[in-house]
């Protein structure tokens, strides 16, 4: 045998050797990493459902035939409460159970962000250090814990950004353009709100089409991307009337959530780790511009392989770039314009799920070494100093306004002192009141009383919503009934000052149909507060 092949036989075996090493180290990261966000996702998933985690309950809690119609009601898909009920229907319903697909998914968002990193050609400590960022990111941790399909959202982000990759890399060919289309249409059909993804992965898609060399271009037919969007849009046909209700139902929510001003600070606050690090990141790479060797190219490649990976990291760059960007700034810009004025966080989740991957994909094109581990210093010790995840290790819980409703204790008081048959009036503060007094119905009606049919029981009481607070517009059906009683419940939630407003209210217009107030008892519970009335018609 010659020397040379002897060389390449060398070099092959030497090269199959180190793929084997790179696979192994991907398996065991993957797995330590899941270990260690499922134990920090699992911490203290028993405290009480918050109003929209009853709203899962109440949903999952219903026959299957009866599944969609409810998610529809809250403006949901019915992709992962599908997923919820079949687990409950074989683990029981309970906090934890409620809560375990968004644990799952958090999970996989953490792991996913390691694997998606390497296979992109980021190396082991840009990886890792991403990935013990999302860790102890605290909007991934708060979704990961909530009964709510967000966390699904974000892990669905990833997988779907995945799938467009892997697209673009085959130009847009049958199968891929097919798998693209189908992920999308069911992610659409777990939020609407993943159309900000759909958008940026387009953009990305023609504008790394348009960087391609002539050579390339025409293995890239634009038909291939046409072919799958209009797949996408044909299977998401079922769920554009529920769209158009999203968008009739914004011009309720304006005035009930903050302004965006606000919100948008605390989202900015939410990413101080990622922004440092990319501010360092970016530092570094100016130093390298601006000093001596700045003539010198960014990035040098010493092997064919170092160039391959380039290749590869270069549309994941794009890709996860316009995801971050896109959804904040298309919000953000309608907002400002007067188009949409509702901006709240949770509609950025998918954005929210790309940060830590363009983070690690731009800091994998860095110009140096030092550069990378400078920023993957700071993105780490960035998320472990930071308050509010280190908080849930002291308190038990994250701080969280959502986290303070004590739903479980209120309705425990009320299913022990209550009579049956008792009239219960529920303020819960849901914005559907308003379109409940335009249209009522009684399939909104139930939807308004979902707290009181969730995962805790009243016990046999008679349910009326009270919407808006309002005690006029309690039907007279009721009134005549209370009439009868001797006493009554109001179920209030909010703030302390809220109950009181309510009540006082309530005890006005009872007195102006002739129903004196002799006596009112007040339990006041987290953000939820118990009012018994005695009546003396």
């Given at each position: 045998?010659?020397h040379a092949d002897?060389?390449?036989?060398?070099?092959e075996?030497q090269s199959?050797l180190?793929?084997?090493?790179?696979r192994?180290?991907?398996?065991?990261?993957s797995l330590a990493l899941a270990?260690?966000?499922l134990v920090?996702?699992?911490w203290g998933l028993?405290?009480s459902?918050w109003?929209?985690?009853l709203h899962?309950?109440w949903v999952?809690?219903g026959?299957w035939?009866e599944?969609?119609?409810?998610?529809?009601l809250?403006n949901?898909?019915?992709v992962y409460?599908?997923a919820?009920k079949?687990l409950?229907?074989?683990?029981?319903?309970g906090e934890?159970?409620?809560r375990?697909?968004s644990?799952a998914?958090?999970?996989?968002?953490v792991?996913?962000?390691?694997v998606?990193?390497?296979?992109?050609?980021?190396?082991w400590?840009v990886?890792?250090a991403?990935?013990v960022a999302?860790?102890w990111?605290?909007?991934?941790?708060w979704?990961a814990?909530?009964?709510?399909?967000y966390?699904?959202?974000?892990l669905?982000?990833l997988?779907h950004?995945?799938?467009?990759?892997?697209?673009?890399r085959?130009?847009?060919?049958?199968?891929?353009?097919?798998?693209w289309?189908?992920?999308?249409a069911?992610?659409?059909?777990?939020?609407?709100?993943?159309v900000?993804?759909?958008?940026?992965?387009?953009?990305a898609?023609?504008?790394i089409?348009?960087?391609?060399?002539?050579?390339h271009?025409?293995?890239?037919p634009?038909?291939?991307l046409?072919?799958?969007?209009a797949?996408?849009?044909?299977m998401?046909v079922p769920w554009?009337p529920?769209a158009?209700?999203v968008?009739?139902h914004?011009?309720?929510?304006?005035g009930?959530?903050?302004?965006?001003?606000?919100?948008?600070q605390?989202?900015?606050?939410?990413a101080v780790?990622?922004?440092?690090a990319?501010?360092?990141?970016?530092?570094?790479w100016?130093l390298?511009?601006l000093g001596?060797?700045s003539?010198l190219p960014v990035?040098q490649?010493?092997?064919i392989?170092a160039i391959k990976?380039q290749?590869v990291?270069?549309?994941?760059?794009?890709?996860?770039?316009?995801?971050?960007a896109?959804g904040?700034v298309a919000?953000w810009?309608l907002?400002?314009l007067?188009?949409?004025n509702v901006f709240f966080?949770r509609?950025?989740?998918p954005a929210?799920a790309?940060?830590a991957?363009?983070?690690g994909?731009?800091?994998?094109?860095?110009?140096s070494r030092?550069a990378?581990a400078l920023?993957?210093?700071?993105?780490?010790?960035?998320a472990?100093?930071?308050w509010?995840t280190?908080?849930?290790?002291l308190?038990?819980r994250l701080?969280r306004w959502?986290?303070?409703?004590d739903w479980?204790?209120?309705?425990?008081?009320?299913q022990?002192?209550?009579?049956?048959?008792q009239?219960v009036?529920?303020?819960?503060?849901l914005?559907?009141?308003r379109?409940?007094?335009?249209r009522?119905s009684l399939?909104l009606?139930r939807y308004?009383l979902?707290?009181?049919?969730?995962?805790?029981?009243p016990?046999p009481v008679l349910?009326?919503?009270l919407?808006l607070?309002q005690?006029?517009?309690?039907?007279?059906?009721?009134?005549?009934h209370?009439?009868?009683?001797?006493e009554c419940?109001?179920?209030?939630r909010?703030?302390p000052?809220?109950?009181?407003?309510?009540?006082?209210n309530?005890?006005?217009?009872?007195t102006?149909?002739?129903?004196n107030i002799?006596?009112?008892?007040k339990?006041?519970?987290s953000?939820?507060t118990?009012?018994r009335?005695n009546?003396?018609?």
């Open positions: 045998m010659r002897l060389l390449n036989s060398g070099s075996v199959d180190q793929n084997s090493r790179n192994l180290g991907l398996l065991w990261g270990a260690i966000a920090l996702r699992a028993d405290h459902l109003l929209d985690e899962t309950a999952v809690r026959p035939s599944l969609i119609n409810r998610c529809q809250g949901h898909g019915p409460f599908a919820v079949c409950t229907d074989a683990w029981g319903l934890t159970s409620l375990a697909v644990v998914a958090g999970v996989g968002v792991v996913g962000v390691f998606l990193l390497r296979v992109w050609g980021a190396g400590g990886a890792t991403a990935a999302c860790l990111d605290p909007q991934l941790q979704f814990q909530e009964a709510r399909p966390a699904a959202l974000q669905g982000t997988i950004m995945a799938l467009t990759h892997w697209a673009i085959r130009r847009w060919s049958w199968w891929p353009g097919v798998l289309a189908i992920a999308g069911t992610l659409l059909a777990t939020h609407l709100v993943f900000q993804v759909l958008v940026a992965e387009v953009v898609a023609l504008l089409a348009q960087k391609l060399p002539p050579s271009t025409s293995r890239f634009s038909w291939g046409s072919r799958a969007v797949l996408l849009a044909l998401s554009w529920l158009t209700q968008v009739q914004r011009q309720m929510w304006q009930v959530f903050p302004p965006w001003p606000q919100v948008f605390k989202m900015l606050g939410g780790p990622w922004i440092v990319l501010a360092a990141g970016g530092a570094a100016a390298v511009r001596p060797n003539r990035f490649f010493n092997s392989r990976a290749a990291a270069w549309p994941g760059v794009v890709l996860a770039t316009c995801t971050l896109l904040p919000a810009g907002t400002v007067g188009w949409a966080p509609y950025l989740t929210h790309a940060v991957l363009a983070w994909a731009w800091c994998s094109r860095l110009p030092k990378q920023a993957c210093a700071t993105a780490v010790l960035g472990l100093m930071w509010p280190s908080k849930m290790f308190t038990g701080d959502h986290f303070s409703e479980a204790s209120a309705l425990a008081h009320l022990r002192h209550a009579q049956p048959n009239v009036l529920l303020a819960p503060g914005v559907e009141e379109l409940y007094l335009r009522p399939p009606k308004l979902f707290p009181l049919h969730g995962l805790y029981d016990g349910a009326e919503p919407p607070g005690a006029r517009f309690i039907p007279a059906s009721t009134w005549r209370l009439r009868r009683q001797r419940w109001l179920v209030v909010g703030t000052n809220r109950a009181t407003q309510i009540h006082n309530f005890v006005r217009e009872a102006r149909r002739n129903i002799s006596r009112s008892q339990w006041q519970f953000r939820i118990l009012w009335i009546l003396n018609p």
